[in-house]
Nanobody, 120 residues
Framework: QVQLVESGGGLVQAGGSLRLSCAVS????????MGWYRQAPGKQRELVAV???????NYGDAVKGRFTFSRDSANNTVYLQMNSLKPEDTAVYYC??????????????WGRGTPVTVSS
């Protein structure tokens, strides 16, 4: 069974930094892409960053230049380094694994989320 477990969220002052981690477990043949999404209270879930199986990364406009998405393939973990945090970055951050191929087929998986609160 595939599981995504996020960690690293918390409370930080504006201008500070946090690093989120997402550990992926399970017997996996292939993952099309990994992503971070966030959902603020009363708002729709939005893309923060995505990295494809070939290593291409793409960022949401709101975080470009401040967030960095990286992966450690050996440890099946992806990271989101968040710098220069702003109050508007406050949200629950979710890890996503897109089109994951296992012996049971292909589907998308989500973590349970980790909350990030940025105080002004």
């Amino acid at each position: 069974q595939v599981q995504l477990v996020e960690s690293g969220g918390g409370l930080v002052q504006a201008g500070g930094s946090l690093r989120l981690s997402c550990a992926v477990s399970g017997i996996i043949f292939k993952i099309n892409a990994m992503g971070w999404y966030r959902q603020a209270p009363g708002k729709q879930r939005e893309l923060v960053a995505v990295i494809t199986s070939r290593g291409y990364t793409n960022y949401g406009d709101a975080v470009k230049g401040r967030f960095t998405f990286s992966r450690d393939s050996a440890n099946n973990t992806v990271y989101l380094q968040m710098n220069s945090l702003k109050p508007e970055d406050t949200a629950v951050y979710y890890c996503n694994a897109d089109r994951v191929a296992t012996r049971d087929g292909v589907r998308t998986y989500w973590g349970r989320g980790t909350p990030v609160t940025v105080s002004s």
